[in-house]
């Protein structure tokens, strides 16, 4: 080891214990994921980082190699290593710790064409990017909220999956690229999306020292370094070197660490029990425990490792339970509410006696229903008025499967944004070289297309100037790119109490679950509107908590009439202004409905009024529709949602048919 390197000692750093020991572990097992670290400036995370950097054992690369290939792992070579397997000259050396700028591009991170090889042999070369230096060592992302979730997603790709592919000009390589991740964030700044968030393995907070005496001490320990590291270094030299042996050995124990059967039941009890996502914090939290016991030079994990790095596995993982839905609330008349206990069976005895008059009554101004054609338009209206008086209910989320990948096609559109659902263009210097364009768009040159515009004019152009090689406005050419972003979906819910019989709610919501589910993975945005009653409400806005979204979902009730105009009115209203600010956005809107309307907001019959909403709303041919019928099949039916699918343009589907495979094929058809 080095002694007189520039790097502050890590058995030097006063406090900070919890971060000390997740790097540790991760230095340890890299299975963990890496950690965030969530604090305010000057609390030496950055420090702590370079620090590790310097205990870490000297690995063995093959010199001249560009990705630090392993001598000794013949199947991770990249295939230059691999074709010059008798001609390798092997040294050993540091770990790196390489950190990512911020104004990253993508061609930086994942690496792109080598212009001047190109320029000076006529051939594509690749030239690596960070993600290719950082194999095998520390990759450092300072201030990781600030960063684009494209970039972010690239680089937790690559961490999760020890691969990076590239895909540029032409060419398609790629190599491996294991590294710990370690990443900051400042809170006060903005925090990361649930799903980034989720992929670092570790996440732990960390605060200025309190106690005077450790702080008294930091800056004795700071001017004395600043004053002669060499010295310093030294001085702490010996506790470093404890250090780089635990991890050593630890690293050399690891695989034959048992873990006892009943430890992964208290392990998926404790997860449960804070209610994290999917199972990425239970393989977690195995890992580190085995790397605890590594450290500690022990051969068996106890529920002590457990709990110990439990807290650092859920802090950013663990979510509060959907509070208990709220008991349902009767609807009863006044006159109801004013009647004495003992006077209840006499009234309900008055009342049926005055059933058919009161009818009558309430349906003053009206047709007798009796009398309709069903092409009126107008179904079912007893059974709507008897939900309408109905107590409210709220039913379970049905079954939820998981769904098959759909997007919208590519188009010559320019957008912005980031997410993983539709390929789209875009104007920033980030996302994959598709193609070239004469157009002055980004200012992003194409130099290799610029390169081949200009090739065939060389030797006229030689002859005029004298200059190797000659450009003229017209051959320059910039690059058009493409990336994934997310789409907003808006799901219109018909929360009446006709939607209640027989189970066709608690399907719905299951459905909508799924979709949801598929949201979250893929970061679209969702919106939520319902309609009961007289109205319709926003039940959420357009935002990128699906988590949210699914707690809404669970607790919606359902009861009341149907106003499905107003819903129309509503969602498109959300749309409207949604579109506002992402006019190149493409809205998907999934109804969720029998299309039984009995509630206007005007003079016009409601069902015919509903469609000329709905056929307004679809005149935006920005906006897609999938509608989803959950009328019962039976003898008579209206057939309602149909009609509204034709005025739409939407792909019809019925609910007792509803599978994810045609759920999700359905959309991918029409968007």
């Known amino acids: 080891m080095n002694i007189f390197n520039n790097t ?16 540790l572990l991760n230095a340890i097992n890299p299975r963990i994921g890496g950690v965030i670290i969530r604090g305010e400036k000057g609390t ?10 310097s205990l870490l054992p000297e690995i063995r690369v093959i010199r001249g190699c560009q990705y630090s290939c392993d001598p000794d792992n013949l ?9 010059n397997l008798n001609n ?37 070369e690749l030239h690596p990017g960070l993600l290719a230096e950082t194999h095998r060592g520390i990759l450092y992302i300072d201030e990781t909220n600030l960063l684009d979730d494209h970039i972010v997603d690239l680089i937790l790709d690559a961490a999760s999956s020890g691969k990076n592919v590239v895909e540029r000009e032409g060419i398609s390589f790629a190599h491996c690229s294991s590294f710990i991740l370690v990443g900051t964030m400042n809170p006060e700044e903005g925090e990361l999306r649930p799903q980034l968030l989720d992929r670092f393995g570790f996440c732990v ?17 700071r001017e004395e370094f600043d004053s002669d590291p060499g010295a310093f270094i030294k001085k702490f030299a010996q506790e470093n070197k404890i250090i780089s042996n635990n991890i050593i050995n630890a690293r050399k124990i690891l695989p034959g660490i048992r873990f006892p059967d009943h430890l992964r039941h208290f392990i998926s009890r404790l997860c449960t029990e804070n209610n994290v996502a999917g199972h990425r914090a239970d393989i977690i939290i195995e890992q580190a425990a085995k790397a605890l016991a590594a450290m500690e030079q022990r051969s068996d994990v106890t529920v002590d490792d457990i709990q110990k790095i439990a807290l650092f596995v859920l802090a950013h993982r663990r979510r509060d339970p959907a509070p208990p839905p709220p008991p349902p609330q009767p609807e009863e008349n006044e006159e109801q509410e004013n009647n004495p206990p003992e006077d209840k069976e006499q009234n309900a005895d008055q009342e049926n006696n005055q059933e058919p008059e009161k ?7 009206e047709d007798d229903p009796g009398e309709k054609d069903p092409s009126d338009l107008e179904p079912d209206i007893k059974e709507d008025e008897k939900n309408h008086t109905a107590s409210e209910q709220i039913f379970e989320v049905g079954k939820i499967f998981k769904t098959k990948n759909f997007s919208a096609p590519r188009d010559r559109t320019f957008r912005k ?56 406005k017209d051959d320059i050419r910039e690059k058009i790119r493409e990336k994934r972003i997310g789409n907003l979906l808006l799901f219109l819910v018909d929360a009446s109490g006709s939607m209640g019989s027989r189970g066709r709610m608690a399907a719905s919501k299951g459905a909508v679950m799924s979709l949801l589910l598929d949201a979250y993975q893929k970061r679209d945005k969702v919106a939520m509107v319902s309609f009961r009653k007289d109205e319709a409400v926003v039940n959420l806005p357009p935002t990128s908590s699906v988590e949210l ?16 105009s107003a819903g129309i009115l509503r969602g498109y209203e959300l749309l409207q202004n949604y579109l506002l600010k992402e006019p190149s956005g493409r809205p998907i809107v999934i109804i969720i409905s029998d299309g039984k309307a009995n509630k206007a907001m005007g003079e016009e019959k409601p069902v015919a009024e509903a469609l000329s909403f709905a056929a307004k709303m679809a005149a935006d041919e920005r906006i897609r529709f999938i509608i989803i019928d959950t009328e019962e099949k039976g003898l008579v039916m209206f057939g309602l949602a149909k009609q509204f699918a034709e005025v739409t343009n939407a792909k019809y589907f019925r609910i007792n048919d509803l599978q994810a495979n045609q759920l999700v094929n359905i959309i991918k058809e029409k968007i």
């Open 8 to 23: 502050y000692p890590f058995s030097a750093i006063v406090g900070q214990h919890d971060l000390k020991l997740v790097l």
């Open 44 to 53: 030496a995370k950055s420090t702590t980082v370079r620090a590790l950097a």
């Open 75 to 83: 199947m991770d070579m990249c295939d230059k290593c691999k074709n």
């Open 88 to 124: 390798h000259t092997i040294l050993s050396r540091r770990a790196r710790v390489v950190t990512l700028p911020l104004n990253a591009t993508e061609d930086r991170i994942v690496g792109g064409i080598d212009f001047n090889f190109a320029v000076k042999y006529g051939k594509r």
């Open 205 to 221: 907070e960390v605060k200025g020292e309190t106690d005077p005496d450790k702080r008294i001490l930091l800056m004795e320990r």
């Open 359 to 365: 009818n009558s009554d309430s349906m003053e101004g």
């Open 417 to 472: 944004g980031s997410g993983k659902r539709s390929r789209t263009r875009i104007f920033q210097k980030q996302g994959r070289y598709i193609k070239s364009t004469t157009q002055k768009i980004s200012g992003d040159i194409a130099l290799d297309a610029t390169l081949r515009a200009a090739a065939p004019f060389q030797k006229v152009r030689k002859s005029i100037n004298g200059i190797a090689l000659s450009l003229t």
């Open 549 to 564: 979204a699914g707690n809404l979902l669970k607790e919606m009730p359902v009861g009341g009439r149907t106003p499905f």
